[in-house]
């Protein structure tokens, strides 16, 4: 293609269309950068979008710079970076992040679809159920950039929207799904456009008579120390960090603050949590799509007393056999399960695992989750079924059936 004829593509070519052609292919991510075509990632793997030219400087400004108001425009030339998301009638909601690179400016915009999932189309095990029921303390969401955070809060937020009748806070960088008024009075609150920040938001949440707060992500100190605190005076309160395991979110806590206070949060958290999820994409088997791999810790009065006598390295071993009475789970219990449910390989599963050796003894042993888990008020599986993809329904042991 000659450069007067890529010139001419390239001054078609809107950022509508090229979102469009994301979400057809069932995309979740954009990618702008100048001497590249745009490309999307599918199922984890970026590729480019094909019949569209590599772009320069000028087009993905131009691109970029197409959804921006005036003041956004101001803020990503003072800051050189700009989180914001916004809607496009009939296709979808995207969060965009602008930054700049080699003096040109990039942009990665990630699709949030309008529609909420459900529990049982993310396949959320029953004690998730249990979790939206408590009248106070601090849910975690943990997982690596890009493993569903996002859609699980919102599926939980929706679900106590729907069951609870109280008022939801969420404070967020930037909103990503919009959650209607229902049962719950619902107010999201974003970050730099309805307030100056995560901090400054927290300070004044408890003015505001929540009974619900959802903090997007616990990222400084100041707003771990604000979202213990909004925790420890009754509220219920979901936040996100960027961890890898259960056991480690705990030290990640930990350790932003001073070792002079290290004693005394740790007292404060060990009183204060109700449970961590952290979760993993992996590619299915068949490749078409993602399932989710999933580690649930549920804290018992000895996994707080672990907490705050700092043995949290002994937690692991009590997740391991905390299936049936708390509805806790490793991670390598549900890569284990889904291994045996053939969703996904024996590659992708030991990728994952951090623990190769003991996920390699639990598939040879045909081990995994059960599903004696019953909970509060999660609803058990009818007979033959599984209310959890990770649910095996059989006893912990005992081998998959040969197809």
């Not at 959650?179 to 009075?185: D, M």
């Not at 890898?244 to 005394?264: G, K």
Request: net charge neutral.
């Amino acid at each position: 293609m000659s450069y007067e004829n890529q010139t001419s593509v390239e001054s078609q070519v809107t950022l509508p269309d090229l979102l469009k052609k994301m979400t057809d292919a069932g995309g979740s991510d954009l990618h702008l950068s100048t001497n590249s075509a745009p490309q999307v990632r599918v199922h984890g793997h970026l590729s480019p979008l094909t019949g569209f030219p590599i772009m320069t400087a000028s087009d993905t400004k131009r691109l970029a710079y197409s959804v921006l108001t005036d003041a956004q425009k101001h803020r990503f030339e003072e800051n050189l970076e700009l989180d914001f998301s916004f809607g496009l009638k009939g296709m979808s909601r995207f969060r965009a992040n602008l930054f700049n690179q080699k003096g040109a400016v990039g942009a990665v915009f990630r699709s949030i679809p309008y529609e909420i999932k459900t529990f049982d189309a993310l396949g959320l095990p029953p004690v998730v159920t249990d979790l939206c029921k408590k009248p106070r303390g601090l849910v975690l969401v943990t997982g690596p950039t890009g493993s569903g955070k996002s859609t699980t809060l919102a599926s939980m937020i929706d679900k106590i929207n729907m069951d609870r009748h109280d008022h939801i806070l969420t404070i967020e960088d930037p909103i990503e799904f919009l959650h209607n008024h229902k049962n719950c009075v619902v107010n999201q609150r974003e970050v730099a456009a309805d307030t100056h920040s995560f901090g400054a938001a927290l300070r004044t949440a408890l003015r505001q008579d929540p009974d619900i707060v959802l903090v997007g992500e616990m990222r400084d100190l100041e707003t771990i120390e604000m979202a213990l605190r909004i925790a420890e005076t009754g509220h219920l309160t979901f936040a996100t960090l960027h961890t890898n395991s259960a056991y480690s979110t705990i030290n990640r806590i930990i350790d932003v603050f001073p070792s002079a206070q290290q004693s005394q949060v740790r007292t404060q958290l060990s009183l204060v949590l109700e449970g961590i999820m952290c979760q993993s994409l992996l590619p299915k088997a068949t490749g078409d799509g993602r399932c989710m791999a999933l580690e649930i810790l549920i804290p018992n009065s000895a996994i707080r007393n672990l907490i705050r006598e700092d043995k949290i390295h002994q937690i692991y071993s009590m997740m391991q056999t905390g299936q049936d009475k708390f509805g806790m789970q490793t991670f390598n219990q549900s890569l284990a399960t889904l291994y045996h449910k053939r969703q996904i390989t024996l590659e992708a599963a030991m990728m994952r695992s951090s623990n190769p050796d003991e996920l390699k003894e639990l598939i040879e042993r045909g081990s995994g989750l059960n599903e004696t888990y019953g909970g509060g008020g999660g609803t058990r599986p009818a007979p033959g079924g599984h209310a959890s993809p990770y649910a095996q329904g059989r006893p912990v042991g005992s081998r998959p059936p040969v197809r």
